[in-house]
């Protein structure tokens, strides 16, 4: 049976708390796989978070990394944080970069471990994203 | 193509090009112009959902119209027919208040009035 959730002002400063930390260890992966590689990873400037919900539950405005990846001192790909209440998903990540846009959307359900899938400038066909799809994309 | 794809498929037109001016931004350190591209894109992620779900709606409210008229015409033993008539007053009034409101997200995004079917009055 699902069990109901109740949204208060603690669930959605506990699900902010949990955002924060997947995308903070999804950096963190990345540096990983980097490790060894042409390119490298430094988290950049934070953006605004500021969802519905939280005005909604008179929760404060906070601040979420942002990252950049580097070859040649040049940015090759930045990773933006679009937001957590996503309609079907558990949080957007945005992957810009001169060659196209990707996103990363995670499937996982609410205190989950993520899952996380890559999607195109389609927005369609998403696939896992492991060091072998990130590779593929960093490469193209 | 259908209308969903061709929605579709200009919404990813849109979202690309903002993306492509936003990572430029963020390359140049523009931080201004990258936050406003930004913003851009969101708006263009929630207009395409409201348009897609307006679209879902209209469909939903169709079947169901389709459904309980069918019911109200066709159904002969008055003791049944009468719960349907029931359900499709009380109906036509909760379907009336979300078509209102769609009507006015809709109007205050495009700033134009978009032809929704109203067929029955509460």
Known sequence: MQKTIKV?????????IDWKKRVSDHYST??????????????????????????????RA???????????????????PKGLWMVGANGRIDLLSTKGNYMLV???????SPYWKLFNGDKKNGVEFTKRSFFQLLNK | MNIFDELGKIYNEIDNKYASIEVQARLRGHHKKEAEYSRKRQLNDQA??????????????????????????????????????????????V?????NRSEASIKCLFFTKLPLRITNSA
């Open chain 2, 95 to 99: 379907r009336n208040y979300i078509v």
């Open chain 2, 48 to 93: 395409y959902f409201l348009f897609m779900f307006t679209r879902f709606e209209g469909r939903v409210r169709d079947i169901s119209d389709s459904l309980i008229n069918s019911k109200v015409t066709n159904l002969v033993d008055w003791k049944i027919n009468r719960a349907w008539d029931i359900i499709n007053s009380r109906y036509a009034k």
């Open chain 1, 106 to 112: 995670d499937f996982a359900e609410q205190f989950e």
């Open chain 1, 30 to 59: 990345i540096e990983l796989w980097l490790t060894g590689s042409d390119y490298y990873i430094k988290r950049g400037s934070k953006l605004k978070m500021y969802e519905e919900l939280m005005s909604e539950f008179n929760v």
């Open chain 1, 8 to 16: 208060d002002k603690q669930h959605v400063e506990k699900r902010i």
């Open chain 1, 62 to 80: 906070t601040n979420i990394e942002t990252a950049d990846i580097y070859k040649d001192n040049k940015i090759v790909l930045a990773l933006k």
